[in-house]
Nanobody, 116 residues
Framework: VQLQASGGGSVQAGGSLRLSCAAS????????MGWFRQTPGKQRELVGG???????DYADSVKDRFIISRDNAKNTIYLQMNNLKPEDTAVYYC???????????WGRGTLVTVSS
């Protein structure tokens, strides 16, 4: 199983970025997928998860700004990040599992930097 994340970068506050994560090696539609983020000295936190049935979960800090979606035909999930804030700066990780709150598979991180 492999997860390949892309789409990180640098943006000014108020801007937008879209992260993508392509999965291979498993039956994509049978698993929850999600995005976590981590900053130095802090625990990795769930930003947005999307369950097998397509229902989303968001951290309170990103509700109304981030949108997670999945395309089962392309084995890909997306995280549309709008109205980015400096505190969104982090390394973002794609993850997969039977329950996204306890993922068993992680992708490599992609850095998102938001400048004020």
């Amino acid at each position: 199983v492999q997860l390949q994340a892309s789409g990180g970068g640098s943006v000014q506050a108020g801007g937008s970025l879209r992260l993508s994560c392509a999965a291979s090696g498993r039956t994509f539609r049978n698993y929850d997928m999600g995005w976590f983020r981590q900053t130095p000295g802090k625990q990795r936190e769930l930003v947005g998860g999307i369950h097998k049935d397509g229902s989303p979960d968001y951290a309170d800090s990103v509700k109304d700004r981030f949108i997670i979606s999945r395309d089962n035909a392309k084995n890909t999930i997306y995280l549309q990040m709008n109205n980015l804030k400096p505190e969104d700066t982090a390394v973002y990780y794609c993850a997969s599992g039977l329950n996204i709150r306890s993922p068993g598979v992680w992708g490599r991180g992609t850095l998102v930097t938001v400048s004020s």
